[in-house]
């Protein structure tokens, strides 16, 4: 989209969110209904985690992204997964204290905790990425290819925008 396809879209919003009294329509307000889909998404990805696996949302989290690496410390958990520094630990608790996952201090820096799966954790993940990504499907169901194609472009460019 060049200038002018911005300007309209910027307009666009604009007419959309306010009010004849200067107000703010919460329920055309752009950031809060960007807030309000991605809770439900969440709630609904929650339901293939929480229920057959009994994971709370931030030890899910946690989970996707120890299952991507071998180790992490722990200070890099948090902008990888948008949790604040106590979710995290709280996540790597409750996964530790279910054999999900284990942790050791940093060999040059002891204040430092490195996360890492167990082997019940690896095979708890591998078990689980595949109802997560059939929900991703079924979610993505309601969008044409094109439409799933457009979405992610304006999710990278909203990101890269607030970067």
């Known amino acids: 989209m060049g200038r002018s396809g911005e300007a309209r879209g910027r307009q666009a919003t604009e007419r959309a969110t306010a009010q004849d009294d200067g107000g703010l329509d919460l329920q055309r307000y752009f950031p809060y209904r960007l807030a309000r889909?991605?809770?439900?998404?969440s709630l609904a990805v929650a339901?293939?985690?929480?229920?057959?696996?009994?994971?709370?949302?931030?030890?899910?989290?946690?989970?996707?992204?120890?299952?991507a690496r071998a180790e992490i410390a722990t200070k890099e958990i948090g902008?990888?997964?948008?949790?604040?520094k106590m979710q995290v630990s709280r996540a790597v608790q409750g996964l530790e204290s279910r054999g999900i996952a284990s942790r050791k201090h940093h060999p040059d820096d002891r204040?430092?905790?490195?996360?890492?799966?167990?082997?019940?954790?690896?095979?708890?993940?591998?078990?689980?990425v595949p109802f997560a990504l059939a929900r991703e499907t079924e979610l993505l169901a309601a969008l044409t290819a094109e439409e799933v194609?457009?979405?992610?472009?304006?999710?990278?460019?909203?990101s890269a925008a607030l970067s």
């Open 79 to 84: 902008p990888l997964t948008t949790l604040d």
């Open 37 to 41: 889909l991605a809770e439900q998404v």
């Open 111 to 128: 204040r430092e905790l490195i996360v890492s799966l167990t082997p019940a954790g690896r095979a708890l993940y591998r078990k689980i």
């Open 47 to 67: 339901e293939v985690y929480a229920e057959r696996f009994a994971l709370t949302r931030q030890e899910w989290r946690v989970l996707a992204i120890l299952g």
């Open 149 to 158: 194609r457009v979405l992610d472009r304006v999710m990278h460019k909203l």
